[in-house]
């Protein structure tokens, strides 16, 4: 039986027996191990809580939310039966706007302080910015993938689904993707190290209590809340951990994630971050472009590193990101990577999963197969990069149960696409000839992934983006666009595909096999012309019930921002319905709920691309103000599940 465990918390399927939707929460069940864990996690946590406001924006309407009548749950019948934004409701984008179903609460922007009192706030004064050790304790910019998980996940997990986990008090860890100079710095380049380091405490992790209050969410003290930068000693673990290629001359402790996308939860609690642009952030302090070029490795290539990288220049003050310093000659294959993160256990340092491969991880959604194995999807995002599958050798519950990571040892696989609508996963193993040609080991492969991939003849995608298990099994994957294809296969049917599209996959063997079936779920062009329209899917998350959601990031058609939208997938059409428009230039990315689905978190990444002109969100419109990304709180005005 196919298993549904993105969600491996999902209280909503108790509450709503009305959708007689068959649920595949797999997650649930009782292991003592885990539970023991988790319990001196409790413990750890007990007493933490600091009640204490700071940072936080009022919803924006009333939060008369708490025991509302939910009968409207029962009444609709319609699985996705909110009032759509109309194109036409779209009047002013600086300023999002919501489903009169819903309301937000805006949340957590750039510059909040991590817990109350421990720092000042920055609030997007533009004659001002935070010093580095100011960020270092905020929240950061870029907000992108994201996870709530609740404060008694032990609970959970000892009790399964008789026990209702709280939906009301969490850590909530969120991604810091990017932020550029001139909305960071307020200037081009950095002039110094400190403006480096600026740079660099805005970017990566943070893990937040959160709790709701009378007057909405606010973040609360917690021993376990912290910051993780590109600076935070990490590890790494898996096949690669040893390789003298993540070892450099200078004998430098591994440190630190960059440019983290999305994400994932895994079943046993834990926070996978996906390290994603990881390239744009190293450069040469000597050498031209022509003359990087002229020397750089066939493996440096074919991860887009530069002489100038991004621009952040960060390599000018910081020699770790110096691709021509001859001490750090491996610094650059530190990154690339997945890292996991224990958001109840504040001193573990993250940990580096080698055995997942190392390209542009975009995010990851893992499902667990029947005999308790699991199987993670995740895409590579570039034009013509590919698809990927990690199957662990063994049922996740044995290997935690004996302290070590079920994302250790496994198989790596890349997908062939091929033209009938069925599929093949390749295992990029070192046990194949034509891989062991080219590389020593199975580490020197990990950490050339994409090379291994391309040996094998895997399919050339238009940018795979999001992935996430459907109610079925299914796996839906978002290719964001691909303006430079001219030569189209089975699987990118569109020649440029300037809007993308989503593929549904249906893997052979209950996640575990060789061979997939595959189809095009939705060509984004289709929605042209309709109340439903959208572009350049990316973000994706599936409910337990076959809601889809989908956040888009790229010029939106008919004078709309990019969107959250919401596809109930039982549906033989897909029929996208509008739940929220950002605000001038910006993204709308990574998603999470409460376990009892009545509260939706969403990012609005890089609002007006911090133009004051454009957007000064989440301030009101006052033309000065610099934007900063942030997360709105959603809920439905009636309580009920969100996306219905
Ligand atoms: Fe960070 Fe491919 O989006
Ligand atoms: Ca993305
Ligand atoms: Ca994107
Ligand atoms: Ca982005």
């Known amino acids: 039986m196919l298993k549904h465990v993105e969600n491996p918390i999902d209280n909503a399927q108790l509450h709503d027996d009305n959708e007689n939707i068959p649920s595949n929460n797999s997650g649930n069940r009782p292991f003592t191990d885990v539970l023991k864990t988790n319990l001196s996690r409790r413990k750890v946590l007990a007493g933490s809580v600091a009640a204490a406001a700071a940072g936080f924006f009022a919803p924006a309407a009333s939060a008369s939310l708490r025991g509302m009548d939910r009968s409207n749950d029962r009444i609709n019948r319609e699985l996705v039966g909110f009032k759509p934004v109309a194109i036409s409701d779209v009047t002013d984008v600086r300023m999002p706007t919501i489903s009169e179903d819903y309301e937000y609460q805006s949340f957590i922007p750039w510059g909040t302080p991590i817990q109350p009192g421990i720092t000042s706030e920055y609030a997007g004064d533009p004659s001002t910015r935070p010093t580095s050790a100011q960020a270092e304790l905020q929240v950061g910019i870029g907000h992108d993938g994201m996870w709530f998980f609740p404060i008694d996940f032990d609970l959970q997990m000892e009790y399964g689904r008789r026990y ?49 209050h009378f007057d909405g969410w606010r973040v609360e003290s917690s021993p376990n809340a912290r910051r993780i930068t590109v600076n935070t000693p990490v590890e790494f673990a898996g096949p690669a951990a040893d390789s003298a290629l993540l070892q450099n001359p200078a004998g430098n402790m591994p440190l630190g994630t960059v440019n983290n996308c999305g994400s994932g939860p895994t079943p046993w609690g834990t926070y996978l971050t996906c390290e994603e642009n990881f390239n ?9 472009g022509e003359e990087f070029e002229a020397v750089r490795t066939e493996e440096q290539a074919r991860y887009g ?73 995740m895409g590579d995002d570039q034009r013509f990069d590919y698809c990927y599958k990690y199957v662990s050798n063994e049922p996740w519950r044995d290997v935690i149960e004996r302290g070590d990571s ?29 891989l062991a040609d080219r590389f020593a080991d199975q580490a020197e492969l990990l950490i050339n992934t994409r090379v291994a991939a391309d040996i094998l003849g895997a399919t050339p995608m238009d940018r795979p983006e999001w992935t996430t298990i459907g109610q079925k099994g299914d796996v839906y994957w978002t290719l964001t666009n691909n303006s430079q294809r001219e030569v189209a296969n089975a699987a990118n049917p569109q020649t440029p595909n300037s809007d993308g599209h989503i593929i549904r996959t249906v893997d052979t063997a209950d996640h575990m096999g060789n061979t997939f079936t ?106 000065v103000t610099i934007p900063r990304d942030v997360t709105l709180v959603l809920r439905r005005k009636n309580g009920a599940v969100i996306g219905s």
Not at 181 to 206: C, F, I, Y
Not at 280 to 288: A, D, E, N, P, R
Not at 337 to 353: L, S
């Open 164 to 212: 209702r986990a709280r939906s009301d008090e969490g850590m909530l860890c969120i991604n810091h993707e990017f932020g550029t100079n001139p909305h960071v710095l307020g200037k081009d380049a950095p002039e110094s190290l400190e403006d480096v380091r600026l740079s660099q405490h805005v970017h990566g992790v943070s893990v937040l209590h959160i709790k709701e």
């Open 280 to 288: 744009g952030y190293f450069g040469s302090s000597t050498l031209t």
């Open 518 to 623: 595959w189809e095009i779920y939705l060509l984004s062009s289709d929605t042209r012309g309709t109340e439903g329209v959208f572009t350049d899917p990316d973000l994706a998350w599936s409910d337990a019930n076959g809601r889809l959601f989908i956040g888009t990031d790229g010029g939106q058609p008919d004078g709309l921002q990019d969107q959250l939208t919401v596809i109930d997938t039982n549906k033989p059409t897909p029929e996208p319905k509008r739940l929220l428009v950002g605000v001038a230039s910006d993204e709308v990315t990574g998603f999470t709920v409460t376990p009892d689905r009545r509260t939706a978190f969403v990012n609005l990444q890089h609002p007006g691309n911090g133009n004051p002109a454009a957007t000064n969100f989440p301030a009101a419109p006052d033309g």
């Open 305 to 377: 590193f530069s002489a100038f990288g991004f621009g952040y220049g960060w390599h000018m003050f910081d020699q770790r990101f110096d691709l021509t310093n001859a001490d750090y000659v491996n610094e650059h294959n530190r990154f690339g990577w997945i890292v996991e993160i224990d958001p109840f256990n504040g001193t573990k340092k993250p940990v580096k999963r080698t055995a997942m491969g190392r390209f542009k991880h975009e995010a990851v959604a893992i499902a667990e197969s029947a005999d308790g194995r699991i199987a993670a999807y």
């Open 406 to 434: 079920p994302l250790d040892d496994g198989k790596l696989f890349v997908a062939r696409y091929d033209e009938d609508g069925t599929g093949e996963w390749m295992e990029l193993t070192i046990d194949n000839p034509l």
